[in-house]
């Protein structure tokens, strides 16, 4: 390290000139030493090349970054600085990552991709609000926040100059900046500033842009828009001042290039009614725009731009009469253009037609006088002293004063124009600071270059004046704040060049000096230029020219033609010609040429009268100002605006001059950046210590090169200063400052080349141990082989040696055998010889035998047989009279048997059980099968035992035959033996006889059996087709795939239908909050003379208007009603809600009783018809005529009873109440009001039994009818009266016995498959829970599996524990709860003890009322009374005051509770005002907490949950009985008896859905500034930082440093914010279903931040922060399992910041990894994976760049998908929100209110 480094060493590459391509890269092959005169290298294309140097024709050349360094966001960050480098890096920025914007230091370069990007929608502007410059991807709105930023932190105006030459993308740049204050500083009084702002800019690009041959939409002047600010930063109005306009413009087009664009808007638009009279038609037919013999642009539609033009004055205020006067004056430059000017033939004069039709046109629309036009455009007056006299001009000098009047009439239009976009604009408010925004156009050079071009580069040499200054002021200001050691840089200053143009007699003073002379000439100009400036550097006189002169300027060379300069200089209008035009009859074209200084003054006059000559030429006074003196003077004010402000510089490049996408011309490139400054930037920044590190990030990118003790130091500030001084011998290569660290030019790329060999040394120490190990191993496997082929081969050797043995012995053995059984064979031959003679005589002597014992056998059989046949002969005659008795008595019994059968087999019953006995029936035929099979196995067994048994005597008889034979020689012997064996071979036969009669019974048996099988197995199975069609047909109702398909498309669209209402309802409240805000600002405005700030971040939740309940079209034809809204009013009739409910209430009513005439109607029809079909059988529709008659009877009964009740109390409660105080008058009034009630009672009681006995009557006489009809059908059926009887009562007896069972049967089958239901849903959730686990746990390694597998149940322990905790802690509370009611019980107790012992000196109404109450409070039924005066107090105790720490304690949605129980209250007393009294001030007064609360999470929370429930009980006791399944007993009784409250639930529902969106705002707004920070910024995993690329130049400008606290936010705080909102949610009683829902827009939130700053920041976009970033989604993850929210979807929308992570781990090189990232990222679009990598960044040179082959593939593979164009996500997408009906299983009957609250004045009834 101690050696001097030196660059130009072997494989370093370095950049030589090029004339095509400007630069090339090469590399150097052989070392190269100082002093030699040839550099060896090799060019790309491996062609060698021997470069010359020299040491002052040739230097030495440029060298290249290192890989890792090139595409960076800032050029600044570059270790080598020059111009190849810059130009490299933004060719590899603009062609392979498709960035068109790079910084270079504080200017922000842009190159005009010729291509609409979709980078700067509204979703890109909320990702930069807010940002550092530094933090996010280089962009325009980047420039414009830093703009912002610093006007609101340093309270000094800013100022945005954006240059460059015509077609680089100037106009577009500008706009997007006011797009971005328009947005982000959006007027805080609603009054569209910001669009007018906006507006503003197609109007100037109508009337001052054009096509040129470089650009379709040049601005042909220059513009500095102002856009003022208020003290809060909000837009409140715009200023705009332009340069220089190119007049000539609108007389003269080169080829290809078109006049202004309004000019052929107007003409494409002739054609409308209201520009008939404008004497128009095409462009074509006009001088004016047919002069660039092109009148169409690609893709631009006039007409349309002509609409956006119109559109854009009528917002700005500007009159349609004012508009029409603008477009007849453009009409009549057209037409100006077209008048025909002949020549004389003396050739001095000429003449104008007077039939001229554009003549004619033209005085008619500007309304002058024809004749004077005509004379006046051909003549001139010439002023003497004396006198004054009419010249004729020439042709020439006509034609030419002719396009000086059309150039001066559209310019004064112009100035107009601008003026009034001004007044538009200008706001009465105090303007607190201001962004300037400048549109100037940059340096041009041109083949000719006029007086234009001359202008123009003269404002751009002031430009780049204070641009170098305020570069070298920045570079000071960063060396003084680090306390570096300051020297003077050189920088290119331009002020002589200045000095050249503007000082005294400098260029444009001999200008305006020989625009004074009489006959003044150019030629003459141009000689006293060469007399004047000859002596200039930076002048010069052309060789071949006396015309023209040249100036050097900082950015080229440029030869100017002296032709035309005084003329445009002079800008000559002849006055008579304006005369004419301010004597116009309209007022508009008069004012324009109306000169402010017409206006007489005193001072003015003073002059008149001191010089009376002169009074003719006062008019002209503005017409002598030269276009150059203007110019100048304009310019020195622009130069004073932009030096009292902070400067921001936008740099445009032209990348060709085709026009074609991304298409990148390096030696245009070369000339654009020379021109505008990038380059000078550059090399200041070079001079002095360009690169600049902090301490830590320093730290962590080189300490590989540290000591290990050095590492371990705390004070990182010596360990870097120590480790510098070590690698860097000379200390003027780097500098220590406070915070950062300074380096030369080049050291950076030094310390990254020793940084890269530390870890090339550590790699090949790696791969030298790697590649040892693996030939040890290598090793080991070879010995090892080796031994065990040696192993095996001494086995064979041994094995073979051992066969010889083996075989050898065998041998002699086989010997030894063959010998043996030669011998055995001939004694065995002499053996058989004698046994034969034996063996025939010994059976002749046992056959003699034998004979003589069969025939003893045969007798005895013969006896056997005829002996049984008598005993059976004997037994069949027995047998078979005893069957002929048993038949004759089983006959009688079956006859008996029969009967009953047939009764029984019609009742389920009896199926039930005849299918329950054929199964068992089955299963014992089964086992008897079973059972018989066994017995014949064992049979067969001992069948074969016998044979062998048989076989061994047999065998046994035969050598005892033998042996008799051999021994014996008695005849009578043998005889005797042979009758033995006939004996047993008899019996061998009878037992084979047996056997197969046995063998037949069995098969016969088996086969009845089997064949009784298959009949109970047929009649089974037609019993299971039957069960199995009726369970089909049962679950054909709960499982349909299609309409499984259909629901879910409903569902879909039902949610999309919720999105558009819930939006609705949205932009409804911002409405009605902005109607408030206004009309509190008119009663402020009104009665309070004084300023008053209203807070600008309201709720939009407060609306004191009720909502209307139904429209006016739902009212019917009511006349009360409306009699009642029309004297009401139709405003207070419209938002009244009782009004309107008390109309959809009758109009219900009368639908209601429409719908049951009409039902009534068609039974009688239906019951007319079926009367005549169904004569025969009409039992069924009389008993049903009866039941619904008897029904209706029980009905008025319990009516009845009912009223008698009722009546009975009032009779009691009125005499108590008369006997009590029978003295007062209006308790008298009161009783006769009731006794009036009572008689009306009565009589209605009277109709109600005449009702009653008419239905008696027609139920009688239907009974009646019924009873003879049935004796009519029981005559006619049957004679036998006693089978009729049996019959009958047996069919209805089993009738209803069917009845009864397929009642209980479908009960319990709706019971079981409901349950069945319950439980699949429990299954399959537990199955997918249980799926997601075991695909996740085997995606892990086996000791993965382990540890994750503790985990769970760790987490399942741990939440079991929690759930105990929760269970003890309720039970905590309920202890305590119950406590204090038993205080205060026991103090009720005492109070009334003590009302007791003072009875006796009380009223009796008194102890009445004490009585009742406690009646009352004994009897509770869920109702709170309240009296009507006391509303507001209960508005206000319960809903205004409350805090929800106070009610912690109670039943969650105490409030909301409370609420409906004094409802309730109201409904049962009928009392309607006191209900809509009491629901309104409700809503209203949360509305109004809601809104003072517009930032309170928990205030938002508990009225949430407040709202829902109180929504979830008018539901549940609605009476809707979709409301009540769930309902117990006693809360189907509390239901509501008198009102429908139908709409109030609309109502409350929308306000659930206004306060479910402020409580999604102001969380998003909390955890807003944690996301980003905590996702992808903080060190979740420490191990990490050592390897992120940090370091580079921070944008210090763009750094808040007075702000504080910390400014960095980790996942677990993030993870902790989530977890107190889930928890104050739970803790207020919140719905389950809503708070995973408010966590799935939250994770929403959090998913969109990360990903579109991933994809705006090149920083994050690595290997490490992938790893980081799926690290922390896994803990989100966790998050939800852990609070059961995993099911809620939250999730899911955390896949594409997942997939992203993935993205950046995966590999990225082959077509397979294309394919794979393909199929991963499916959450991703298109345009998401390109972004990302293109961003990709590797960590070290180690690690590869994603290639632009790669990156086509993977567009190529993707191209299919149908992905939407925007990059970013839509951070403010909101889900739908569902409010699900949750029934509360509380009892009202059992709350209980804490006397905290302070609602004594309600009564418990």
Request: aromatic share 8%.
């Amino acid at each position: 390290m101690e050696e001097q480094y030196y660059p130009y060493t072997t494989f370093t590459r370095v950049w030589i000139p090029d004339p095509d391509e400007v630069w090339k890269a090469a590399e150097i092959t052989r070392d190269y030493k100082e002093g030699e005169p040839v550099l060896h290298l090799r060019l790309e294309d491996e062609t060698p090349l021997e470069y010359p140097i020299g040491p002052k024709s040739n230097p030495l050349p440029f060298l290249r970054n290192p890989d890792i360094l090139v595409g960076e966001n800032d050029l600044t960050a570059l270790s080598y600085l020059h111009e190849p480098a810059v130009l490299h890096n933004l060719r590899v920025r603009f062609l392979e990552s498709n960035h068109i914007y790079t910084y270079c230091g504080i200017v922000l370069v842009a190159i005009n991709p010729y291509e609409q990007l979709q980078i700067y929608g509204e979703e890109v502007i909320n990702a930069y609000s807010g940002q550092n410059m530094g933090d996010m991807d280089p962009h325009i709105f980047a420039v414009a926040e830093e703009a912002y930023k610093q006007m609101a932190r340093d309270e000094r105006n800013q100022s945005i100059i954006v240059s460059g030459e015509s077609g680089a993308g100037k106009t577009v740049s500008a706009k997007y900046a006011m797009r971005y204050f328009a947005t982000v500083g959006g007027s805080a009084n609603d009054t569209s500033v910001e669009e007018k702002v906006l507006a503003s800019s197609p109007i100037m690009e109508a009337i001052g842009n054009a096509k040129t041959t470089r650009n379709d939409n040049s601005s042909r002047f220059g513009k500095y828009i102002e856009i003022g600010f208020s003290r809060n930063y909000h837009i409140i109005g715009a200023n705009m001042r332009t340069y220089l306009l190119e007049k000539s413009r609108v007389v003269f087009q080169a080829e290809d290039e078109r006049n202004y664009h309004v000019f052929y808007q107007l003409c494409a638009s002739a054609s409308l009614p209201e520009f008939k009279d404008l004497g128009l038609s095409s462009a074509e037919d006009f001088t004016y725009t047919s002069l660039g013999e092109n009148i169409f642009i690609e893709g631009v539609n006039d007409a349309e731009d002509f609409k956006k033009t119109r559109e854009a004055f009528t917002l700005l205020g500007i009159k349609e009469s004012s508009q029409s006067s603008i477009f007849k004056i453009v009409a009549s430059i057209l037409h100006l253009g077209n008048i025909q000017i002949c020549s004389e033939r003396d050739g001095d004069s000429c003449h104008v037609s007077r039939d001229d039709v554009h003549l004619g046109h033209f005085c008619r629309l500007l309304g002058v006088e024809l004749q004077q036009m005509e004379h006046w455009l051909v003549h001139r007056k010439l002023a003497t002293a004396s006198e004054t006299y009419v010249k004729n001009m020439s042709l020439r000098q006509a034609s030419n004063a002719r396009d000086a009047l059309a150039k001066h009439i559209y310019a004064r239009m112009f100035d107009w124009i601008v003026e009034h976009i001004n007044k538009a604009l200008h706001t009465s408010s105090k303007q607190h600071s201001f962004i300037g925004v400048l549109d100037i156009y940059g340096f041009e050079t041109f083949e000719v270059n006029s007086f234009e071009q001359f202008c123009i580069n003269y404002a751009n040499e002031k430009l780049q004046q204070q641009f170098n200054s305020h570069v070298f002021k920045l570079e000071q200001e960063e060396y003084m704040k680090e306390q570096i050691p300051w020297t003077l840089i050189d920088f290119y200053d331009n002020q002589p060049c200045i000095d050249l143009i503007e000082a005294r007699l400098g260029i444009l003073d001999l200008l305006d000096e020989e625009c004074k002379v009489p006959k003044g000439t150019d030629q003459n100009w141009a000689q006293k230029l060469y007399k004047q400036n000859s002596s200039s550097a930076h002048f010069q006189k052309p060789r071949m020219s006396n015309t023209s002169f040249i100036i050097i300027h900082f950015a080229d060379k440029v030869e100017y033609q002296c032709e035309g300069f005084l003329e445009k200089n002079r800008d000559t209008v002849y006055e008579e010609q304006i005369n004419i035009l301010k004597a116009s009859q309209f007022q508009l074209v008069a004012d324009l040429f109306h000169e402010k200084d017409d206006v007489p003054s005193s001072k003015s006059s003073r002059v008149n009268v001191r010089s009376a000559k002169t009074v003719p030429k006062v008019p002209n006074k503005e017409h002598r100002k030269t276009v150059g003196l203007q110019f100048r003077s304009s310019l020195h004010l622009l130069m004073e605006t932009l030096n009292a402000t902070t400067p921001h510089y936008v740099r445009c490049i032209k990348p060709n001059d085709e026009k074609e996408a991304f298409s990148f011309d390096s030696r245009r490139a070369v000339q654009q950046l020379r021109a505008c400054g990038v380059l000078e930037t550059i090399r200041i920044s070079a001079a002095g210590y360009p690169s600049r590190w902090t301490y830590l990030d320093f730290f962590n990118r080189y300490r590989v090169l540290m000591k290990k003790s050095d590492m371990m130091s705390s004070d990182k500030k010596l360990v870097c200063r120590n480790l510098l001084e070590t690698l860097i011998k000379d200390p003027d290569m780097f500098q220590f400052g406070k915070t950062k660290i300074f380096f030369r030019a080049g050291q950076v790329a030094y310390l990254e080349k020793l940084r890269a060999d530390k870890f090339r040394s550590a790699c090949i120490k790696i791969q030298k141990t790697v590649r040892g190990w693996l030939q040890r191993v290598r090793y080991r496997k070879i010995r090892k082989m080796a031994i065990t082929l040696q192993r095996y081969g001494r086995g064979l050797m041994a094995r073979r040696y051992a066969e010889f043995l083996r075989r050898t012995r065998a041998a002699v053995i086989c010997q030894k055998q063959y010998r043996m059984v030669r011998e055995r064979r001939a004694y065995q031959r002499v053996r058989r010889a004698v046994v034969t003679i034996q063996a025939f005589a010994r059976g002749m002597f046992t056959r003699r035998v034998f004979w003589e014992f069969m025939l003893h056998h045969k007798a005895m059989i013969i006896q056997k047989r005829v002996r049984g046949w008598l005993q059976r002969r004997r037994f069949r005659r027995a047998r078979n009279a005893a069957i002929t008795i048993q038949c004759a008595f089983r006959r009688l019994r079956a006859k008996r048997q029969l009967k009953q059968l047939k009764i029984e087999a019609r009742s389920a019953e009896h199926l039930k059980k005849l299918n329950t006995g054929m199964e068992n029936k089955i299963v014992q035929l089964q086992r008897k099968m079973d059972d018989q099979s066994k017995e014949l196995r064992t049979q067969n067994e001992q069948l074969q035992t016998v044979n062998v048994s048989l076989g061994s005597e047999v065998n046994k008889l035969q050598k005892e035959l033998e042996q008799l034979r051999r021994h014996q020689e008695n005849g009578g012997q043998l005889t005797s033996l042979q009758e033995e064996v006939e004996r047993l071979r008899e019996e061998l036969q009878e037992a084979h006889s047996q056997r197969k009669k046995l063998e037949e019974e069995h098969s016969s048996e088996k086969m009845s059996l089997t064949q009784r099988l298959k009949e109970l197995e047929a009649e089974n199975s037609l019993l299971k087709a039957e069960k199995e069609e009726m369970n089909q047909k049962i679950l054909q109702n709960t499982k349909n795939s299609e309409v499984e398909a259909s629901s879910v498309s409903l569902q879909s669209e039902l949610n999309q239908e919720r999105e558009r209402y819930q939006n609705l309802l949205k932009e409804f409240s911002r409405l009605e909050q902005r109607y408030d805000n206004l009309k509190e600002e008119m009663s402020l405005n009104k009665f309070h003379p004084g300023h008053r700030r209203n807070p600008s971040n309201q709720s939009s939740l407060e609306s004191d208007s009720n909502y209307p309940s139904i429209s006016t079209s739902e009212v019917g034809d009511t006349e009360d009603t409306i009699q009642q809204v029309e004297e009401m009013g139709v405003e207070k009739a419209s938002m009244d809600i009782s009004l309107f409910m008390k109309l959809q209430k009758r109009v219900r009513e009368l639908e209601q009783e429409r719908k049951r005439l009409q039902s009534n109607v068609d039974k009688m029809e239906e019951l007319a018809k079926r009367k005549g079909p169904e004569a025969k059988s009409p039992t069924s529709e009389e008993t049903a005529d009866l039941a619904y008659n008897n029904l209706k009877r029980q009905e008025l009964e319990s009516e009845n009873k009912k009223l008698k009740n009722d009546l009975n109390e009032l009779r009691r409660s009125l005499a108590d109440r008369a006997s009590q105080d029978s003295s007062s008058n209006e308790l008298q009034d009161g009783y006769n009001l009731l006794l009036s009630q009572l008689r009306a009672a009565n009589e209605e009681l009277d109709a109600r039994k005449e009702e009653v006995l008419i239905l008696r009557t027609q139920i009688m006489s239907s009974a009646q009818l019924q009873e003879n009809h049935n004796l009519e059908t029981v005559k006619d059926l049957n004679h036998n009266k006693e089978e009729l009887d049996q019959v009958d009562s047996s069919l209805t007896e089993s009738k209803q016995l069917l009845e009864a069972q397929l009642q209980t049967q479908s009960r319990q089958h709706k019971d079981e498959l409901e349950a069945l239901h319950t439980q699949i849903e429990l299954l399959r959730d537990d199955l997918e829970k249980k799926q997601e686990i075991l695909n996740y746990t085997m995606s892990l390694s086996p000791e993965a599996q382990v540890e994750f597998s503790v985990q769970q149940e760790i987490t399942r322990l741990t939440n079991d524990n929690l759930d105990l905790k929760e269970l003890v802690e309720k039970l905590e509370k309920n202890e305590r709860k119950l406590k204090k009611q038993l205080r205060i019980y026991m103090k009720k107790v005492q109070e009334l003890e003590a009302n007791q012992a003072s009875l006796s000196s009380r009223s009796k109404p008194e102890l009445s009322r004490q009585v009742t109450v406690q009646r009352k409070e004994k009897d509770f039924e869920g109702m709170l009374e309240y009296s009507k005066e006391d509303e507001a107090l209960l508005v206000k105790t319960l809903i205004t005051d409350v805090q929800p720490s106070t009610v912690s304690a109670t039943v969650p949605c105490l409030p909301a509770y409370v609420l409906f129980m004094c409802i309730r209250h109201a409904d049962y007393i009928n009392d309607d005002q006191k209900v809509e009294s009491l629901l309104t001030g409700s809503i209203n007064a949360i509305k109004k907490v809601l809104k003072k609360n517009n930032e309170d999470f928990e205030m938002t929370s508990f009225w949430l949950a407040n709202t829902s429930r109180l929504l979830h009980c008018l539901k549940q006791y609605s009476g809707d009985e979709a409301f009540m399944s769930q309902n117990t007993v006693k809360q189907n009784e509390h239901c509501l008896k008198n009102f429908d409250l139908a709409e109030y639930r609309q109502v409350l529902s929308d306000l659930s859905i206004q306060i479910y969106q402020q409580l999604i705002r102001v969380a998003e707004g909390i955890i807003q500034p944690m996301i980003v920070s905590a996702m992808l910024e903080s060190e979740s995993i420490p191990s990490l930082a050592g390897v992120k690329p940090m370091g580079y130049r921070n944008r210090s400008s763009s750094m808040d440093m007075d702000e504080g606290g910390p400014h960095t936010y980790t996942l677990q705080a993030l993870i902790r914010q989530l977890g107190q909102f889930h928890g104050i949610m739970r803790d207020h009683g919140l719905d389950p279903e809503i708070i995973g829902q408010v966590v799935r827009q939250l994770f929403h939130c959090i998913n969109a931040n990360t990903l579109n700053n991933l994809l705006l920041r090149k920083d994050v976009c690595s290997w490490s922060t992938g790893m980081q970033l799926r690290y922390n989604t896994s803990q989100m993850e966790e998050w939800l399992r852990a609070n059961n929210l995993y099911q809620s979807q939250a999730a899911a929308t955390l896949e594409p910041i997942i997939q992203a992570a993935q993205l950046l781990q995966v590999k990225k090189k082959t077509s397979q990894d294309a394919e794979a990232i393909c199929s991963l990222c499916t959450a991703l679009t298109t345009q998401q994976i390109v972004k990302i990598l293109n961003l990709y960044t590797p960590l070290n040179e180690f690690e590869e760049r994603v290639t632009v082959s790669f990156i086509r593939n993977i567009q190529n593979q993707l191209q299919d998908r149908n992905d939407p164009l925007q990059l970013l996500v839509d951070t403010k997408h909101t889900f739908p929100v569902l409010f699900p009906f949750t029934p509360s299983s509380l009892s009202l009957e059992t709350l209980h209110i804490p006397a905290s609250l302070g609602l004594d004045f309600l009564i418990r009834v």
